[in-house]
């Protein structure tokens, strides 16, 4: 879709290029935005992610200071095609840098701004970027302020040591506490926690390497598609370990950064996985489904549908018996046997096939026979 | 297939308890090693790895003193199937350890050793082995000496930071330097670098966090499958980023840690992902092929076949013309277009499809006119 607010040709009636290069006529001005209804039989949830506001650490001077930026944004200046044409240059003097101080854990491993957890990414960026700049600018020297370095993919333990040994990546362990200005230098204050002292670093740019947070939209969608999310606004898998593109709702898929930050090589081969679980599920001419699924005992059901409630997979419906009463029906072919609903509804009407009160009884008086 | 070497059954004639056993009768003591053929379309290489041989350390005495273990050992010994039956118990004299040590990249990131590479497994196992260790002897202590904690998987920061607190897991940023024996017990000698002070241990138990190595054939499988494989022996991807589960050669994947060190959930959705990509080879009717391959100009061939010899593909084949003469000729289905042929060929007789030496030189002119 073209974005109409941006468009020229849109808004002013001017431009067009695109429509006069592109080779197979693609470009239609006419077609306004329009909501699509299919019919699925299975969805991979592949939104990505967010990354960490830095502006939440004060102390930093994000927001306040021209020259700190984020990984993001310096990602975008060493590029040839960004705003800057691949110049490294202090965004407050348009002068290269020659002291690049990278700061990592920003958003991440840190629970006084609700991101405990490790983004993973950041180290290879920070290691990337710290390449880059020397490759850029050859006189400048880079200091990378770091917890624990976390290099544990492929050649990654190799590609940090290029990074110190070749490109002379100074890696300094310690947190930072202060950036502030002196002059038109930053001063970026921490601790070395190696040598046990403060260090000051004198820098002309300062990168902050900003952890993955989840979409701002994950849980809304996640709710909609009857799928977990943890408190993080991650999506979350069937199982950790042996069900990764998987949730625990039939058909639904997960791949990338939506389940937890990863990188590339893990977001593709997760990505080929989720293709080939929903492409299993689609190449069968029927479904298996679990015959442990929930039923109602119409006799026993008064109709008060706290069971539907409950349920995470809308498998419930209400239906109206000859009699004219109004029970609870279990659509079975929704169910996925959480048992949620039996242990919801007050009169004991519903019971999951194979686990019946009863049968659990029998179970454990057998057990200490 | 039953080892023979080892059956009571198959050696002595006595047990068959399995046969016994075994509801679906699949048990058939008479079964010989037989060499199977079969003709297949796809190969996923997935022959995970091996260990490191930890008495190369020499300083850490293991093999010399009986509590000196693996984590491989020690996890057996937490199994309650293993041999001491899920007692954790000193090999000297099986009693239960209170001070068990556990010491980090044994056989990774140290290029001492010839394994600079991160194993990237053996942070999370010692996490889960010192949990463990506190949950079957309470009133244990461990101790794990680290370089850096590799946390970076989906939660794998919290279970972290579970060890340290809930289980308390003592984290010492250090190596060791040697391991010796007083009395009945080891001192385990390092350095403590965040306090920068010598610290001695004194243990009942040591746990060496053993790095992966690939197996140990796995070059001569890759030699006879003509994919590539690094220098440590794993086996070579695609594409570092885009192709995680692709080889160079059409067909063949790749799962698992044979590729590089990788943890369970990587290794599940990497599985998942080879066989997406064999799937959709064998799904179709017809294969594409590229038509950028190499062919042969027999006019200018003299036969000398150094072009088969260094065809990494083993496209190359000899034919003999009408007239009787032997020249090469590419098999254009099995040809990757990489042109190393056409790199050896002395008389210039081989080409590849749109990149011919006329070709190349035209384009280069063009882009000086």
């Known amino acids: 879709m073209i974005n109409g607010d941006v468009c020229k040709f849109i808004t002013e009636g001017k431009c067009g290029t695109c429509k006069k290069v592109c080779p197979a ?16 039989g ?36 060493m590029c040839a095609s960004g705003p800057s044409h691949g110049h490294i240059l202090r965004p407050s003097n348009d002068q290269e840098p020659k002291n690049v101080v990278f700061l990592s854990c920003v958003g991440s491993r840190d629970n006084s701004v609700g991101r405990p957890y ?34 544990t993919g492929k050649e990654y333990e190799e590609f940090i040591d290029r990074a110190r040994e070749d490109y002379g990546a100074r890696y300094i362990r310690g947190r930072v506490s202060r950036i502030f200005k002196k002059g038109d230098k930053l001063i970026v204050r921490g601790v070395n926690t190696l040598l046990g002292e403060q260090v000051d670093v004198e820098a002309d740019l300062v990168v902050l390497s900003v952890g993955l947070t ?42 990338g ?18 293709a080939a679980k929903a492409l299993s599920l689609l190449s069968k001419d029927k479904l298996e489904s679990s015959p442990m699924v929930a039923f109602v005992n119409n006799s026993k059901c008064v109709g008060c549908l706290k069971c539907q409630k409950v349920c995470p997979y809308k498998a419930i419906e209400k239906v109206v018996l000859r009699d004219g009463r109004e029970v609870a029906n279990v659509i079975s072919s929704v169910c996925q046997g959480c048992g949620t609903c039996t242990a919801a509804c007050p009169t004991g009407a519903i019971d999951l096939n194979g686990f019946s009160d009863k049968q659990l009884i029998n179970e454990l008086e057998g057990l200490f026979v």
């Open 257 to 274: 950064t939506c389940q937890s930050p990863k990188d590339i090589p893990a977001s593709v081969a997760q990505g080929s996985a989720a």
């Open 118 to 151: 490790c983004s993973s990414v950041c180290c290879m960026v920070m290691a990337k970027q710290a390449i880059l700049t020397k490759e850029h600018v050859p006189d400048s020297t880079t200091y990378l302020f770091y917890i624990d370095v976390r290099a």
């Open 42 to 77: 299975a969805i991979i949830v592949a939104i990505g992610n967010d990354i960490f506001d830095a502006s939440q650490y004060v102390e930093y001077g994000f927001g306040k200071y021209e020259d700190v930026v984020t990984t993001l944004q310096y990602e975008r200046m």
């Open 214 to 255: 989840s979409s701002p939209g994950a849980a809304e969608l996640a709710q909609k598609l009857n799928i977990s999310y943890d408190s993080y606004g991650f999506l979350v898998e069937g199982h950790p370990k042996l069900k990764p593109v998987e949730t625990n709702t039939a058909g639904i898929f997960l791949a």
């Open 25 to 40: 006529g693609a470009i239609d001005f006419d077609m306004k935005d329009e909501i699509v209804e299919r019919k699925v």
